[in-house]
């Protein structure tokens, strides 16, 4: 081959080499945006889910956190079926929910406690009928009342968690103490009056007993078992009280009484009634037999 040739072949080998290498760079400069517009266009969709987060979060509701407000009729409603629900699942439970001090007056054992309350929901569905909330320092009080007139006194520390009483007399609430210290003498024995029956309608006949004055009863009811034996024979499963006429004689206070059958309000009886007050708020009474 003459040298002309050479340099004509050599000539066509450089040209074809640079055609090459303008290939190869054209395609890495392609390769090289399209991943810059892509790294933009993410950037652009990162930075959109971020301005719309908020919006992204409310448009799916189980998201949120709705606060619902329970109101004191709900939440009186609510404790007086939790305590009916412990006793019936498990009395043992619901009689470690009294309050102490009340458990300690009231119930000498578990026994009586459990007697009480089975006699009390045997025969009648328990249904809510009032109620009345009290806000002090330290907890709440709802004192609650059935369609048979007994009470439940939850006094709640925090939310479901509370204690109860079964009644209004074994321990004075502090609402009674107020109203009593404000009252006239007269009102008060109407006070006394009404515990007392209260008692007897809860069957509760240790206090009523505890409650007679000490001569009256040794030369009445020697024991309570005589006192008990006599107001079931006297009185009514369900007495309601309405005052008649008073006089005060000295330090006694002569109220006479007609009673009503709570069952069969065609049913009286009419009977007197002689109170004393003591200190504080306790009393002694006696009743024509």
Excluded: W
């Excluded at 290939?23 to 390769?31: A, D, T, Y």
């Excluded at 908020?54 to 939790?82: L, W």
């Excluded at 079931?232 to 369900?238: C, R």
């Amino acid at each position: 081959m003459d040298k002309k040739k050479k340099i004509i072949l050599l000539t066509m080998l450089i040209i074809i080499c640079i055609t090459i290498l303008i290939i190869i760079i054209s395609l890495i400069n392609s390769i090289n945006e399209n991943n810059v517009s892509n790294n933009i266009e993410n950037s652009i969709y990162v930075n959109n889910v971020e301005e719309n987060n908020t919006e992204v979060i409310d448009k799916y509701n189980y998201n949120q956190y709705i606060q619902q407000n329970i109101s004191d009729e709900k939440m009186a409603e609510i404790y007086f079926n939790d305590f009916l629900s412990n006793f019936l699942r498990d009395p043992q439970n619901a009689f470690n929910l009294l309050e102490s001090e009340y458990k300690q007056k009231r119930f000498a054992e578990y026994n009586e406690f459990e007697t009480l309350i089975r006699e009390r929901y045997s025969n009648q569905t328990i249904k809510l009928a009032r109620y009345q909330k009290i806000d002090y320092d330290n907890y709440t009080q709802y004192i609650c009342e059935d369609e048979g007139g007994h009470y439940y006194i939850f006094n709640e520390t925090s939310p479901m968690q509370y204690t109860v009483m079964l009644d209004i007399y074994t321990i004075d609430l502090p609402e009674f103490v107020e109203q009593y210290n404000s009252s006239t003498e007269d009102i008060k024995v109407q006070f006394n009056i009404q515990k007392f029956f209260e008692a007897i309608n809860n069957e509760d006949y240790t206090y009523a007993y505890n409650k007679l004055d000490e001569t009256y009863k040794n030369n009445n009811f020697p024991t309570q078992a005589d006192f008990e034996n006599y107001i079931k024979t006297n009185f009514y499963s369900q007495n309601k009280l309405g005052y008649t006429s008073y006089e005060k004689n000295g330090d006694l206070y002569i109220y006479k009484m007609v009673i009503t059958n709570g069952e069969d309000s065609s049913q009286t009886i009419e009977k007197q009634f002689v109170v004393k007050l003591l200190e504080g708020t306790d009393f002694v009474m006696s009743f024509e037999k």
